[in-house]
């Protein structure tokens, strides 16, 4: 059974910090997906990370992907309040295109 | 081009009562995956059409169903309502096999379900 685990689970941190998340998955899987969702509202495609080494950058975001470690990050760079929300990965189930998710990650970036 | 549509926004129903829910997927799209997802946690899968064709399942009773029309949009169709049934149910359209690599899925803006 595919597992896929975030840490951490909540963060809170100052606005022009760096921090990252992580996302461990248990299964082989190189199609990994990141989205963030806002409160109350719907979940919004981030990146889609194709490949071993694949990178991806918007912003003060950026996340990578390493299939042979099964590990995803996601990184923030000098936070501002408006990323705060929470931001979930999801890894394709490469047998028939259903996405299992972390628990997601929820991101206060204070002032 | 116009995005994943859900309706109602919001609904109330009690106990062993039955619901549906509805949505449309964005232009182009033949597939559509329907998820809960409870506060506080990260979607679970419910299941996928794909062509009219239900293509995969996730952990749910049989009480929960679902269906595809030509046009691609989509029925999420509960019986007998739980308390426990209470949560977001959003639906997600996306490229199906054969039209991409990839499985990115572009999320409606959910059906909050209450259950009394």
């Known amino acids: 059974e595919l597992k896929v685990e975030q840490n951490p689970l909540f963060l809170s941190m100052q606005e022009g910090k760096n921090y990252t998340i992580y996302c461990n998955y248990s299964t082989t899987s190189d199609r990994l997906y990141w989205y963030r969702q806002d409160p109350g509202k719907s979940l919004e495609s981030l990146f889609v990370?194709?490949?071993n080494g694949a990178v991806k950058q918007e912003g003060r975001l950026m996340a990578s992907l390493d299939t042979k470690a099964r590990l995803s990050t996601l990184h923030i760079t000098a936070a501002v309040h408006d990323l705060s929300a929470t931001y979930f990965c999801a890894v394709d189930m490469d047998s028939n295109y259903q996405l299992i998710w972390g628990a997601g990650t929820k991101l206060i970036i204070k002032p | 081009e116009t995005g994943v549509t859900q309706s109602p926004t919001h609904l109330i129903k009690t106990r062993g009562q039955q619901v549906t829910l509805r949505c449309s997927s964005q232009s182009g799209h033949n597939t559509v995956s329907w998820y809960q997802q409870a506060l506080g946690q990260g979607p679970q899968f419910i299941f996928q059409y794909y062509r009219e064709e239900e293509n995969g399942r996730g952990n749910f009773p049989p009480r929960f169903s679902g269906l595809q029309f030509p046009n691609y949009s989509s029925e999420l169709n509960v019986n007998a309502l739980e308390l426990d049934d209470s949560a977001l149910y959003l639906c997600a359209s996306s490229w199906g096999p054969g039209l991409a690599t990839h499985n990115e899925q572009f999320f409606g803006p959910g059906t909050r379900l209450t259950v009394l």
């Open positions: 990370l194709l490949s």
